[in-house]
T-cell receptor, first 115, second 109 residues
Framework: DADVTQTPRNRITKTGKRIMLECSQT?????MYWYRQDPGLGLRLIYY???????NKGEISDGYSVSRQAQAKFSLSLESAIPNQTALYFC??????????????FGPGTRLLVL | SQKIEQNSEALNIQEGKTATLTCNYT??????LQWYRQDPGRGPVFLLL?????KEKRKERLKVTFDTTLKQSLFHITASQPADSATYLC????????FGQGTELSVKP
């Protein structure tokens, strides 16, 4: 089984709808992240959470909100979807391992189309 | 603020040649640097980590160098294969990992 899962994998929605993307991880890590990626562009950080009680905005948080329901679960919501939120969304988790260095593990992505 | 730069132009090379990708950073001194591989439509996958006191790290056909004076890391793939075609991202820790934009590598048979 995958360490980081995302649901749904694909989603088509209409402008103005509220949608939620879900992420679960089985690695036991405290840190979780949401990124978006547009064609030909790099990863852009939306929100991140260092533990269940910690939520932080990333570089492009406007129009998004998150919920950290448990150590293993981190959900991303689009309150009122708009077409320019059409993108590929990645969830990631990170741990420090025995080396003390952070390594990120990514989910398979959710492809979102807003009509 | 810190900045990470990777060559935005795609790198096209012939199979069997060595691919060299560059990651430059400014305004801080990371304790380590990482490289990730991303295939189209998929999440990045961790490849290698190199620490500030390591000049070079190898893993099979991959070699990473880390020059803290130049503030630069080079990522080499020797004897490249079409299966190495992907986007390669460098990442540095700054409270959390910060990713570069990535460089797309295309290896032609």
């Amino acid at each position: 089984d995958a360490d980081v899962t995302q649901t749904p994998r694909n989603r088509i929605t209409k402008t103005g709808k509220r949608i939620m993307l879900e992420c679960s991880q089985t690695k036991g890590h405290d840190r979780m992240y949401w990124y978006r990626q547009d064609p030909g562009l790099g990863l852009r950080l939306i929100y991140y959470s260092f533990d269940v009680k910690d939520i932080n905005k990333g570089e492009i948080s406007d129009g998004y909100s998150v919920s950290r329901q448990a150590q293993a679960k981190f959900s991303l919501s689009l309150e009122s979807a708009i077409p320019n939120q059409t993108a590929l969304y990645f969830c990631a988790t990170s741990g420090f391992g025995t080396s003390g260095r952070e390594t990120q593990y990514f989910g398979p992505g959710t492809r979102l189309l807003v009509l | 603020s810190q900045k990470i730069e990777q060559n935005s132009e795609a790198l096209n090379i012939q199979e069997g040649k060595t691919a060299t990708l560059t990651c430059n950073y400014t305004n801080y001194s990371p304790a380590y640097l990482q490289w990730y591989r991303q295939d189209p439509g998929r999440g990045p996958v961790f490849l290698l980590l190199i620490r500030e006191n390591e000049k070079e790290k190898r893993k099979e056909r991959l070699k990473v160098t880390f020059d803290t004076t130049l503030k630069q890391s080079l990522f080499h793939i020797t004897a490249s294969q079409p299966a190495d075609s992907a986007t390669y991202l460098c990442a540095l820790p700054r409270g959390k990992l910060i990713f570069g934009q990535g460089t797309e590598l295309s290896v032609k048979p």
